[in-house]
């Protein structure tokens, strides 16, 4: 292992651009911003033929995020969950009156550094436009719950998101992405990387994913037995906390889903939140990261963070990085070892 791993107890995992490839999370927001922008059951006036659109994915996914420089662009802003980034940028076209994604890129740049500032304006906006309560265009309101379901039914497909919602899809045809995932590094290097750090340390993750989606690619790698079972923070561990406790804004950048796993997915969410807890474990943790909102959240937690090129913005994250205070720099997870 590299020796400055020597410091620590705990190794806590993002999970997309990290060992997850993010491309098909990627890919099912620009179907969904496609979807929400044209669509008869949505904002649209067209009738969509769902398998086409998922043969075409990837010229979509050019053509809403223009070349991936929006997912450049809020991502660098903190925008962490998928469904935020389809969310944001659907709010963004309501907003400006175009789905034009060099005028979408245009707004985007003009947003505060930590987006988690900005979801009340967007909200506010996009309910003037739409002629809606405030409430139903806010972050996890109506609005935003429709467009994470649209989410899942592209990544998950029909039969999964059956099987997992207990209702059909809205808009049926969807085969899921999820069933093409592959590691972002090479699956010897992940089994390798994940094998050495578990003799002597607990590894953990703390991942927008909902937990069937962290358990697929995990368990069909072969690699789900290196983590802690207790250590898997997810986005069903932020749902329900913001549930319990009416703090609706606990995703990354906030540091709840890294303190989840670094306590316990069953230590109290409450006690997490107040700050009642050892805080002397968190000198002897390391963050691992692709993405502003993570190193955002190991930051605002106290923790020392790995970043790793692997993410949207690749090697050029290296001075993003540096100017935040990245304690080390990888160009891939798999250079722990």
């Known amino acids: 292992m590299k020796s400055f791993l020597d410091k620590y107890d705990t190794i806590i995992f993002d999970m997309d651009g990290v060992i997850t490839s993010e491309q098909n999370y990627w890919n099912s927001a620009a179907l969904v911003v496609r979807e929400y922008l044209t669509s008869e059951k949505y904002f649209g006036g067209e009738s969509i033929d769902a398998a086409a659109m998922s043969r075409d994915v990837a010229a979509i996914r050019g053509e809403v995020f223009a070349g991936d420089r929006i997912i450049n662009e809020l991502k660098g802003r903190g925008v962490n969950s998928n469904w935020d ?16 994604p060099e005028r979408i890129l245009e707004y985007s740049k003009g947003l505060g550094a930590n987006i988690l500032d900005e979801y009340d304006e967007l909200a506010e906006q996009a309910a ?14 109506r609005l935003w719950s429709e467009m994470r379901d649209c989410f899942q039914e592209w990544f998950l497909g029909d039969e999964a998101f059956e099987r997992v919602y207990g209702r059909e899809p809205v808009q049926c ?13 090479g699956m010897d290097e992940l089994k390798r990387m994940l094998s050495e750090l578990s003799e002597s340390k607990r ?62 997915t069953d230590y109290d969410d409450s006690r997490l939140i107040s700050g009642d807890y050892d805080s ?50 990888l160009d891939s997870a798999a250079e722990l070892i």
């Open 173 to 185: 045809g969807k085969p899921g992405l999820m069933h093409s995932e592959k590691p972002i590094i």
């Open 85 to 100: 980034l389809g969310y944001v940028t659907v709010c963004i076209a309501l907003i400006i009156g175009s789905s034009d």
């Open 203 to 264: 590894v953990c993750t703390g991942t927008g994913r909902p937990y069937i989606e962290l358990e697929a690619p995990l368990k069909s790698w072969d690699v789900m037995r290196y983590f802690a079972a207790d250590g898997l923070c997810n986005y069903d561990h932020v749902m329900e906390a913001e549930r319990k406790t009416g703090i609706n804004a606990l995703t990354k950048p906030h540091p709840y889903m890294f303190l989840k796993a670094l306590y316990g």
């Open 280 to 329: 002397s474990l968190i000198r002897k943790t390391l963050v691992v990261g692709d993405a502003g909102a993570d190193i955002l959240a190991a930051k605002a937690m106290g923790a020392d963070f790995c970043a790793v090129l692997t993410g949207i913005a690749g090697k050029a994250g290296r001075g993003y990085f540096e100017e935040l205070g990245a304690e080390y720099i």
């Open 128 to 141: 003037k436009v739409l002629g809606i309560d405030e409430s139903e265009a806010s972050r996890s309101g």
